[in-house]
């Protein structure tokens, strides 16, 4: 594993420890050039379906983009990086339990959409206004008044 410091190829283990839900593996490492620690995280690659965007074209799936997502929803909320995590993994198995070779990207949307409805209704609302690209203010309105009666 490349050293984040110093790049050297070359380090040892000192801890390693399996996640809360069993899906990754947490490793503590040591360079072995300049002695700096680091933490990486193993898991298993999974073949997830490509994600078949609104204008046909088709990329993999990027857990990346997932994240960043609910990220900026969650951005100065009480969301921990944790529960981020398990969330994306939860998107992540979902998609994979499908067993679909293609997803819409709508379907992926759909499902961040809500598992932030379950989290926090601000996050959802966030990520909703942008995710729909309302065309004027009353539909921000409309989503926000049938938040408020769901709660």
């Not at 809360?20 to 947490?26: A, E, L, P, S, V």
């Not at 078949?52 to 997932?66: A, N, Q, T, W």
Request: glycine share 6%; proline share 4%.
């Amino acid at each position: 594993m490349k050293c984040p410091f110093c790049g050297d190829p070359e380090s040892k283990v000192i801890d390693s420890r399996v996640s809360k839900d069993g899906g990754m593996i947490r490793r503590r490492r040591e360079c072995e050039v300049c002695q700096k620690r680091f933490t990486t995280y193993e898991r298993v690659e999974e073949m997830l379906p490509l994600v078949v965007k609104k204008d046909g074209r088709r990329e993999p799936y990027d857990r990346g983009k997932v994240i960043t997502g609910l990220k900026k929803a969650c951005e100065k909320r009480p969301i921990s990086v944790e529960t981020i995590e398990k969330t994306a993994n939860d998107i992540e198995s979902a998609l994979m339990e499908s067993g679909e070779a293609e997803v819409p990207s709508s379907r992926v949307g759909e499902q961040v959409m809500q598992a932030l409805k379950e989290l926090d209704d601000v996050a959802y609302v966030r990520f909703a206004s942008v995710y729909r690209s309302f065309k004027d203010i009353g539909e921000f309105v409309d989503l926000i008044q049938k938040v408020e009666e769901e709660s």
